[in-house]
């Protein structure tokens, strides 16, 4: 799909290659080629990866040109990324330095300098989203390029270089309510969690904060790239306090490592109280993974000493205790354990939650009016077979019962449940 075109003038040979202006479309620039440039434009365009071919590609290198966006143009590409429908209006990534960020910044949006770019992916918004992005005064054409090449949805493309060769124009942005000059502490993320986390948090917090001292503390159960969880630990209070501190558990290093990555990236590594590389067995039972170690056991070519097992209790309340060095409680405010399925230790979660604490499960499930092949059936939940779990256990209430979907349609059974003050 086509999202950011180039004009060609009227007599252009290569003018052929386009097609009809899209809604969406939009302009990126004009030829610094004199001859083109006195030609008439009449607004033919193509996808910039043609502009390679037709020698044009210097001129998106340098971002040299003497014809600039102008400050209409730019109000009116921004108001058009405002008016979108959510979430799309509140997607803004800007490719530019820190410190140009902090200096001006188009409200709202999130920086990711672009050296840190390729490293930093996990914290871009969903592929399905249009979002607007601002390249850096280097990298016009380019960096909207390598997103649309990995299938990210850039609608709106801004270049650095229109703002800097443009005095007014960020007082004229400013006035205008689209931008803001020394950067305020608020920030904005451009993912969301996952549906169920979103949309009870505002509910679980309230209530958590009514007993329980901050900041809150959640386990995350199979964190994968750590996105839920950096999604919560950006949360702040009204004076603009985190709330949460978090350890997340992982079988796999790697997702362990991105989830402190993401973490140290969006300035929240101190409230990531651990990042635990751990493994449920099939039996039920935990085990540290701990590399490095004299090996026990080798994989990948890598040395990795596999821990004893230890049951689900004994594991958090002595083996992650003696890790975390005690900082903090071995029962959690929440707990969350999202699209991973470990149904042995089911049973035993509610143990680990404080008195008020709630339980997250989001989990593919087995449901008659849908055919998918991923997770196999055995690894999906039955339906029913959370409700039946906690619905028996005394001292727990079932919150959320229901069934959605993630983006490719398959069904899960989100389901959050309350552990009572006085268990
Ligand atoms: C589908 S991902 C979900 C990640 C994340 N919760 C999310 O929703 O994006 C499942 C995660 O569980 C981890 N995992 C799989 N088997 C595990 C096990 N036996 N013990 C601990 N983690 C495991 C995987 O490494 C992976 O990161």
């Known amino acids: 799909m086509s999202l950011a075109f180039y004009v060609f003038p009227e007599h252009s040979t290569q003018q052929q290659s386009g097609r009809a202006i899209l809604p969406g ?13 006195q030609s008439t434009w009449r607004g033919c365009w193509l996808h910039p990866k043609h502009l390679w071919k037709f020698g044009l590609s210097s001129f998106l290198r340098t971002g040299t040109c003497d014809t600039l966006v102008d400050t209409p143009r730019i109000v009116s590409l921004l108001k058009q990324w405002r008016a979108y429908g959510l979430p799309s209006n509140r997607l803004f990534l800007d490719l530019r330095s820190e410190s140009a960020y902090h200096a001006h910044r188009i409200l709202p949006s999130t920086n990711i300098p672009m050296p840190g770019l390729e490293y930093r992916c996990s914290e871009l918004p969903a592929k399905q989203w249009p979002f607007a992005i601002m390249e850096p005064l280097d990298h016009r054409g380019t960096a909207s390029q390598w997103l649309t090449d990995r299938g990210w949805n850039c609608r709106w493309i801004f270049w650095e270089g229109d703002f800097i060769h443009n005095a007014e124009l960020w007082n004229d942005l400013q006035t ?44 995350d159960i199979g964190c994968g790239s750590g996105r839920d969880l950096a999604w919560l630990l950006a949360r702040k209070t009204e004076t603009n306090v985190p709330i949460w501190q978090a350890v997340a558990i992982d079988s796999s290093e790697g997702a362990v490592q991105r989830t402190r990555i993401i973490c140290k990236n969006m300035a929240m ?6 990042g635990i590389n751990a493994k449920v067995l099939v039996n039920g039972d935990w085990r540290l993974v701990e590399k490095g170690n004299p090996g026990l056991a080798v994989k990948d070519g890598q040395t990795k000493r596999l821990m004893p097992g230890y049951p689900t209790l004994q594991f958090f309340t002595q083996e992650i205790q003696r890790l975390l060095n005690h900082q903090i409680p071995p029962q959690y405010d929440m707990i969350i ?14 143990q680990l939650l404080k008195p008020g604490g709630f339980l997250i499960i989001s989990h593919f499930v087995d449901h008659e009016d849908y055919t998918y092949d991923q997770p196999r059936p055995e690894h999906r939940l039955q339906v029913d077979e959370l409700a039946n779990l906690y619905g028996s256990m005394p001292g727990i209430n079932i919150i959320v019962d229901k069934l959605e979907h993630v983006e490719d349609g398959r069904p899960v059974n989100s389901f959050i449940i309350r552990k009572d003050r006085e268990a």
């Open 337 to 350: 354990t999202i699209r991973f399925l470990a149904r042995s230790i089911l049973p035993q979660l509610p």
């Open 25 to 37: 479309d939009k302009l990126i620039g004009q030829s610094c080629n004199k001859h083109i440039a």
């Open 176 to 219: 205008l309510g689209l931008a803001e000059d020394n950067a305020s502490n608020q920030s904005w993320l451009l993912f969301t969690p996952c549906p169920i986390l979103e949309t009870s948090i505002d509910l679980i917090e309230t209530d958590l904060r009514k007993f329980n001292r901050e900041p809150l503390s959640c386990l």
């Open 269 to 274: 590594a101190n409230q990531l109280i651990s």
